[in-house]
């Protein structure tokens, strides 16, 4: 298989995000941030918290998942939803043309599995360059979803208790 070079333009891409917002928001889009302020971080913890379970063949009450948000929340100074699941930004992101097209021609000759991977990856990236860009840039969404296994540690030993 021969080199392929396959450009995403973040630029581009936050673009399409703010311009679908306002066509199809019911929400001004400063109601729209602020939602998705609460929301797309929470989605990250409860994507992490999901991410353990399964790498640890392992569940988590309820209180613990609640106490992993309300330690995250205290910590980083921030408001969650730990029912919150399902962020506009990576729906935005997931159903572009532009980047369907994109993906489509990077992942040309891959399994489903490798494209639905490459997928998720670049299509998560997109989304947190958004949310850091556009939505709040004090959140080290990085830190965020590196620190979300300590937090699961910690929850845990203080209900053990």
């Not at 889009?29 to 913890?45: F, N, Q």
Request: net charge positive; charged share 30%; proline share 1%.
């Amino acid at each position: 298989m021969g080199e392929r070079i396959i450009t995403f333009s973040v630029n581009q891409m936050n673009k399409i995000i703010l311009n679908t917002v306002t066509r199809q928001s019911t929400k001004d889009i400063s109601a729209w941030k602020s939602d998705e302020r609460i929301v797309y971080p929470s989605r990250l913890i409860n994507m992490g918290i999901d991410k353990h379970c399964s790498e640890n063949n392992t569940n988590i009450t309820g209180d613990v998942r609640q106490r992993v948000f309300t330690l995250i929340a205290e910590d980083f100074g921030i408001k969650l939803d730990s029912n919150a699941a399902q962020s506009s930004i990576t729906h935005i992101v997931n159903g572009n043309g532009w980047f369907s097209k994109k993906l489509a021609s990077l992942c040309e000759g891959m399994s489903r599995d490798d494209k639905n991977k490459t997928r998720d990856i670049l299509e998560n990236k997109l989304a947190d360059r958004f949310f850091e860009k556009h939505i709040d840039s004090k959140i080290d969404i990085k830190k965020l979803q590196d620190s979300v296994e300590s937090y699961i540690i910690l929850a845990k030993s203080m209900s053990a208790k």
